[in-house]
């Protein structure tokens, strides 16, 4: 697995493509001339903690929320999502920073919020929940736009943060359309409601808007525009705007061909053709600057006329306060997409495939991947994927990757060797069978082309994905990663890996003399290349070799390593961190620090979730070394349970070498003590089952996020209550955060 930093988009920081200075802020914008104040009066006298405001585009949700914003004592924090925060780990991380007003450990934590799979529900969410629990002072939380991160996984990952919001303190939450877990939340009477019957504005509230824009009407005309207008505050708005231009109300719609008909005629038919042909093909963009206009455009001045048009008030919104980035009003921009598709449409992706070469040229790789995928050039955006798609992955964004790869569809993965090596190891880093299976049969069966040093290349990267997997046994492995190292070079960027996995190899043929020289050469370059995974693994492999010495010393000195490297690159959650964490459990145990030998087994016990069949010899090692860390705790019954676990993996991967000789010399041991605690360890399949109890979801809706029977999770929500000692679902989440298993 590879590293990379965030891209940056020029004069201005990056989160996954989406600009900080226009997306969160402790000034939200100004509110509007109608006053919401009743309605916000009423929402901040009743004490819920969770307010939703749920109306289409068009009702003054944000002007509402600005309103309120102005008007409380309170602590104020806002963020405004789009649909690039619709994955756990950037939502979160978008809401960490959005939080750091309300408290310094809020900014602590922003990077802690990376998380793949139910680590995101299961450690960052219930993390961030914490933090604001320990808020001291009121404060309220506005987040708009919420509706943009729709998928399931947003959704339970927000809810678990709300459960953390104090009393006295408010959580806002505006959108387009209600959230499912509004339904949980009103059974539970947790959330107060706002919608478009509260937000229709009244013939009071019309009088005031047609005042402010300097429009005299009549009582009569007032209420019909009101009446047509159903109450719509744009629609009213824009009826005194036509109004003053000296347009008769009567003659006036009050749906939204009427804002199209007003935003052509008042704002677009009058500007000059230059003007009129930069709106409409500018409006492709979520976000632009003049470079990027310029760029796309094949012209010079649209610096010049970006400040024309917020001159001229043309719904053009700053996005960073030096004003060198902007986005249009929602409701105008997709007025302009709509003209742009009518008077030009066959234009639009070759604007797109200009704006992903400028983004790619200026290190913004990903929004480069969303106008390929825009311009429907599936194959070009599927070679970026193949670059981008790891290390998104080590970012926590695996949401972002497995969006990627729908997007662009199996066909083109399937036609690009590249592609399809990296949504192998996509799957295979998450432990996915069958995934991993099905990606490596399309490897095997694929015929690599090109240059000599392009086919090696593949038939290298082949080689690794069938020694990670270890289908046909050690010596199979070991020619298979001997193959690798010798043909990536010292410069590659996989050299690491290949030299990992020759380690591994040699251990599981009996040559640990080889193995360690293999091993300290995999995290040496990738110390260099500063790919993370490599040195922990390789580190965590030489503590136990130390171990298995009796160099305790040096073994620390190898854990050590390895652990820095999880939580300086906040890893937490990755399968790949479990053997670390694991032999750091041993080494604390034995210098009698029970404390913090407990700790890291709680760790290495979530992270061995995803340690699969799918990566057979790191999973076996991983329950080994947690089996001879409970068995130093005199916990007989938790390292059986984990020799089981193995058992069953070895099932699936019988030929691993001498590896199955340690296990079953580590079993004769281990029956042979008698006594001791007994405690049953949550299996992966409870740990996976586990985040979800901190829901509001039900048995039947956990199944479906899991993809199992309802039957199923009864019996594991069963067993998770028997293991923890509780018998409620509150007292079951409670418990697990006090063991580890949850949060921190």
């Not at 997306?23 to 006298?45: E, F, H, M, N, Q």
């Not at 310094?104 to 929940?129: F, H, K, Q, T, Y």
Request: net charge negative; proline share 4%.
């Amino acid at each position: 697995m590879r590293e990379s930093t965030p891209s940056a988009a020029p004069e201005t920081r990056s989160l996954s493509g989406i600009f900080l200075d226009g997306k969160t802020a402790v000034r939200p914008p100004r509110p509007g001339a109608v006053t919401r104040r009743p309605l916000i009066d009423r929402a901040r006298s009743t004490g819920t903690r969770v307010v939703g405001v749920t109306a289409p585009a068009g009702y003054g949700k944000s002007t509402m929320l600005a309103e309120w914003a102005s008007r409380d004592r309170r602590t104020v924090a806002w963020a405004s999502l789009d649909r690039f925060d619709d994955d756990p780990a950037t939502l979160l991380t978008l809401l960490a920073t959005a939080c750091a007003p309300l408290s310094p450990r809020a900014a602590e934590i922003i990077a802690e919020m990376r998380g793949v799979g139910v680590s995101a529900l299961g450690r960052s969410a219930p993390m961030l929940a914490a933090v604001l629990a320990q808020v001291p002072d009121p404060f309220v939380l506005f987040l708009d736009d919420v509706h943009a991160a729709g998928s399931l996984e947003c959704q339970d990952v927000l809810e678990v943060v709300l459960t953390g919001v104090p009393e006295g303190s408010q959580v806002v939450l505006a959108s387009r359309h209600e959230q499912p877990y509004f339904a949980r939340l009103r059974a539970a009477g947790a959330v107060l409601e706002i919608g478009v019957h509260e937000l229709r504005i009244d013939r009071e509230g019309a009088r005031t808007i047609f005042g402010d824009a300097a429009v005299e009407v009549s009582e009569d005309d007032l209420a019909v525009a009101v009446e047509r207008c159903e109450g719509w505050p744009t629609g009213v708005f824009l009826c005194a705007l036509a109004a003053g231009a000296g347009t008769d109300v009567l003659s006036m719609a009050g749906d939204e061909r009427f804002v199209a008909d007003y935003l052509y005629h008042e704002c677009v038919a009058g500007q000059p053709a230059d003007v009129r042909w930069f709106l409409y093909r500018t409006a492709v963009f979520d976000q632009l600057s003049g470079a990027l206009c310029d760029a796309v455009l094949g012209t010079e001045d649209s610096r010049a006329i970006l400040r024309r048009l917020e001159t001229l008030g043309l719904f053009l919104v700053p996005l960073d306060g030096r004003r060198q980035w902007f986005r249009y009003h929602s409701l105008f921009r997709e007025f302009l997409l709509a003209e742009l598709e009518r008077v030009d449409g066959d234009i639009v992706p070759e604007l797109h495939r200009r704006a992903a070469a400028w983004f790619e040229e200026h290190d913004a790789p990903e929004r480069a991947v969303e106008h390929l995928l825009a311009a429907g050039d599936l194959e070009l955006a599927g070679a970026l994927i193949a670059d981008l798609s790891l290390p998104t992955y080590q970012r926590g964004e695996i949401a972002v990757v497995e969006r990627w790869f729908a997007q662009v569809g199996e066909k083109v993965v399937e036609a690009s060797p590249w592609l399809s090596v990296m949504a192998a190891w996509t799957a295979i880093l998450q432990g996915k069978s069958p995934a991993s299976e099905r990606w490596a049969a399309v490897l095997e069966r694929m015929v690599p082309e090109g240059s000599a040093d392009e086919q090696v290349a593949f038939e290298s990267a082949r080689a690794m994905v069938r020694a990670a997997m270890c289908v046909d046994g050690p010596e199979r492995v070991l020619v298979d990663a001997q193959y690798a190292v010798a043909n990536e070079p010292d410069w590659s960027p996989w050299r690491d890996q290949a030299l990992h996995l020759l380690g591994s190899a040699w251990l599981l043929v009996g040559d640990t003399a080889a193995a360690r020289e293999a091993f300290a050469a995999s995290s040496a370059y990738a110390l260099e290349m500063g790919n993370t995974d490599s040195v922990l693994l390789s580190e965590a492999e030489l503590a136990i070799l130390a171990i298995d010495e009796g160099r305790w010393v040096d073994a620390e000195s190898h854990a050590h390593i390895a652990v820095r490297a999880i939580d300086d690159k906040h890893m937490e959650g990755y399968p790949t961190t479990a053997l670390a964490l694991a032999v750091s459990a041993r080494i604390a145990l034995r210098r009698g620090d029970t404390t913090a030998g407990e700790r890291f087994l709680a760790r290495a016990m979530r992270a061995r979730v995803h340690c699969t069949h799918v990566l057979p010899y790191l999973a076996m090692r991983v329950r080994l070394q947690l089996a001879k860390a409970f068995g130093g705790l005199d916990d007989r019954a938790a390292a059986q349970h984990l020799l089981r676990e193995i058992d069953e993996l070895r099932a699936r991967r019988p030929h691993i070498g001498v590896l199955a000789e340690e296990i079953d010399r580590f079993r004769a041991k281990l029956g042979e003590k008698a006594g001791g605690v007994a405690s049953v360890p949550l299996t992966p399949a409870e740990l996976r089952l586990l985040p979800y109890l901190q829901t509001h979801l039900t048995i039947a809706e956990i199944g479906q996020r899991l993809y199992i029977s309802r039957n199923t999770v009864s019996t594991e929500v069963g067993s998770i209550y028997r293991k923890l000692g509780v018998t409620t679902r509150g007292a079951a989440v409670d418990r697990a955060i006090e063991c580890g298993l949850l949060g921190e």
